[in-house]
């Protein structure tokens, strides 16, 4: 008997109503902020903002500025100290710990008990209700799923507050029964050194009957490595027969599709990317010939857009759901049950579809190169970093790229850190294509290279093994949700990384 097929009409309703995405999406967002705005109405910024007389979305939109996280910084200093009903009425005991900006090492976002349950949680039902329809065959719950993810530590001085990775969060206020199904236990999870953590985790998986993964591409891809060298199989299907799929996301998955082939060779295998990020939930892909993600519009998280044009002008205009263009980049604008109000994550994206809305994640507003006007985005980086490898037959592990403003003989450039898990046959071939490729796919960028006059010919760095690996390690970042910068438009982190380019003894 299939059991997963008897538990998976549990998801059926739900379905249906995803299935009303479709039809009225514009209305289903109008509830949620409705919803939201009803909810924290007496909360300090509630009061502040006048929600009680927020009448429709014009209301909200002309009445509340964008939030950065330096506009909310004071307020979540105030909730970390024990104050509440600041950003949102119920408790806020988590604090999600996230990547920071110029002026801090990281970020603390207030995580709420309803955001846990009607975004994140939501979030991952939702996305294996969306794989049974992918895969009707599916044996999902015949074994058990291996989750990846970060730690957590005290918040301050406080006994009755955390803070930690979104993962670790999840992990730590899961249901009971969800245990059941899940592997490793709670306290190797949780572990926050990271090598004794991948060797922990080896040591308690290697002979279960792990179905399905979750977790960030590059942190998985580790751990199935030592994982097939602890046991000295070629493939990870030798040690987990029945292993059928990979929630990933948090990064691209394209610089590593190939490398998961490799050490996943089983035909059967399948790989969903899903949208969750310290502030929500937002997508999941539900189709897998379409690498574009569903976006969820009927959680807690009520989406505005601005076009990338308009970021960092002082009153950019911010567009809800229906006012949106295909094709065209925006910046990522949410309020949510957590307390985030109009607060732009940092995210761009690309809406595919309208019907229903569906979207593609195309870069970070501040990982982007725009030295010289050629507004290079990382979906150009992984599309050209794609036809490269294709040309040459090299895998990318993890790459870094930022401008040379100008060397000895007065030229600029770009100049790329890459970490090869398969050299190219030829490296200047390799930097011919992805060079090609950016102005096939970015005509600012081919302007500003023409005849070479205001940009030379991009240059490749070669990295040693586990350069990258290192550079975390140095920074106290190895592991959970932290991920290696792919543009920059100043050297910062590439200045970083160069002197650790040298092979290691």
């Known amino acids: 008997m299939n059991i997963t097929k008897l538990i998976s009409r549990i998801f059926d309703s739900r379905l249906k109503q995803i299935d009303l995405y479709s039809s009225c999406p514009g209305e289903l967002q109008r509830q949620v902020l409705s919803r939201l705005t009803a909810q924290a109405a007496q909360t300090e910024w509630g009061k502040r903002y006048d929600y009680v007389s927020i009448r429709d979305y014009e209301d909200f939109r002309n009445r509340l500025p964008i939030q950065t996280y330096e506009d909310i910084k004071p307020y979540v200093e105030r909730l970390r100290a024990g104050e509440q009903n600041l950003l949102w009425p119920s408790e806020i005991r988590w604090f999600a710990k996230s990547s920071g900006t110029t002026n801090d090492k990281s ?69 009971p029964l969800v245990n059941l199904i899940r592997i490793p236990n709670k306290k ?23 179905t399905n993964l979750s977790g960030v591409p590059s942190w998985m891809l580790v751990l199935i490595k030592h994982i097939l060298e602890k046991t000295g199989k070629s493939t990870l299907e030798e040690v ?79 567009y809800c759901l229906e006012e949106v263009e295909l094709n065209k980049n925006y910046a990522m604008v949410i309020s949510t049950s957590c307390g985030l109000w109009r607060y732009m994550i940092g995210d761009t994206v690309k809406f595919t579809s309208k019907n229903p809305y569906k979207f593609v ?42 401008p040379v403003f100008m060397d000895e003989n007065a030229k600029c450039r ?58 975390l390690a140095q920074k106290g970042k190895l592991g959970g949700q932290h991920k290696i910068p792919r543009l920059s438009n100043t050297r910062e982190y590439i200045e970083e990384m160069l002197p650790l380019n040298n092979p290691i003894d």
Not at 117 to 126: A, E, L, N, P, S
């Open 414 to 471: 770009h100049q790329w850190l890459i970490e090869f898990a398969k050299a190219p046959d030829s490296l200047e071939k390799f930097a011919a294509v992805l060079d090609a490729t950016l102005k096939e796919v970015n005509s600012d960028y081919e302007a500003k290279r023409w005849k070479d006059i205001a940009l030379q010919p991009l240059e490749v760095i070669v990295a040693r093994p586990r350069l990258f690996h290192d550079w």
């Open 361 to 402: 994640i195309t870069g970070r507003t501040k990982h982007f190169i725009n030295a010289f006007g050629e507004e290079l985005i990382v979906d150009n980086a992984e599309k050209g970093l794609a036809k490269a490898c294709a040309a040459t037959g090299a895998q990318v592990s993890e790459y870094s790229a930022a």
């Open 107 to 175: 970020k603390f976002l207030p995580v709420s008990k309803e955001s846990l349950q009607d975004t994140h949680y939501r979030g991952g039902k939702d996305a294996v209700a969306l794989y049974f329809r992918i895969n009707p065959d599916s044996r999902l719950f015949s074994g058990k799923g291996l989750i990846l993810g970060g730690s957590h530590s005290p918040n301050l001085s406080s006994n009755h507050s955390l803070v930690g990775d979104l993962s670790a969060i999840l992990i730590q206020n899961v249901t």
């Open 240 to 318: 987990w027969p029945n292993l059928e799929v990979f929630f990933h996301g948090g990064v691209a998955f394209t610089p590593y599709r190939e490398q998961y082939k490799q050490v996943i060779r089983s035909p059967k295998m399948h790989y969903v990317e899903t949208y969750n990020a310290s502030e929500g939930y937002f997508g999941t892909q539900n189709d897998l010939s379409d690498p574009s993600m569903l976006l969820m519009i009927d959680y807690g998280v009520f989406y505005e857009f601005i076009p990338l044009e308009e970021v960092g002008k002082e009153n950019p205009r911010a």
């Open 188 to 210: 190797i999870a949780l572990m926050d050194e990271w090598e004794s953590k991948i060797e922990a985790i080896a040591n308690s998986t290697v002979r279960s009957n792990v």
